[in-house]
Structures are given as structure tokens and as C-alpha cells.
């Protein structure tokens, strides 16, 4: 079993980013005679906008970072996420709502 560090969401990037939000979502069972493999290593920008519709999140260009994101009910303003991209934003916001402000990851993703 792999050594887990809990890493701060906001802080979340690439292959621990993507392993979080592969950890809420699940991957989708391969159609036959495919390869499973166990997180796709890149951010697809129409499965962020699935995502984005899923969990109603709210998104705009900031000031301070590129990008904020929240996916709370309640939509508190100190609650949102940053992000360099739209799409790391969006997962970030995710996470925090479904995981929490601080996730425990595979050390080898770090």
C-alpha cells in the first residue's frame, strides 16, 4: 500500500490533483478489449464542464490568482478555491467541498 501525506487542497497539482478528483468521481468502467489505466494524466476541459454543470460550481477570473471557484451551497466568498487554470480551479473547488480542505494523497504523487 502506498504511503498517503495529507496535502492542503489548494495546493493540489497534476497527478495528486487528478488522483483526488479520480477518487470522487471513480473511473468509468473501460469498454471492452481497452486498457484500464488508473487516472487520466491530463485535465480534459469538457469533462471539467461536466463537472462544472454536476456540481453547480461557480467560476470568474480573480484578481489575486488567475482564477476562484467555489462549489458551496452557500457560495461563502472565503471558501473559495484558486486556481492557475479553470479547470484546476474547478477540481480544487470540488475537492473541498466532497473531501475537505485538506486531502490525503499518494506520496509518490507529490
Known sequence: MAKMIKVNT???AGAALLWAIDSIEGTP???PGQMQLPFACQIDPAAV???IAKYDVWIEP???????ANARVDRDP???MPGETREAAVLRAII???LGN?????ADLI
Open 10 to 12: 489548494e495546493e493540489l
Open 29 to 31: 468502467p473501460p469498454l
Open 49 to 51: 464542464d461536466r463537472l
Open 62 to 68: 480573480g484578481w489575486s490568482y488567475k482564477w476562484l
Open 78 to 80: 472565503c471558501e473559495r
Open 96 to 98: 473541498a467541498v466532497q
Open 102 to 106: 485538506v486531502v490525503s494523497v499518494p
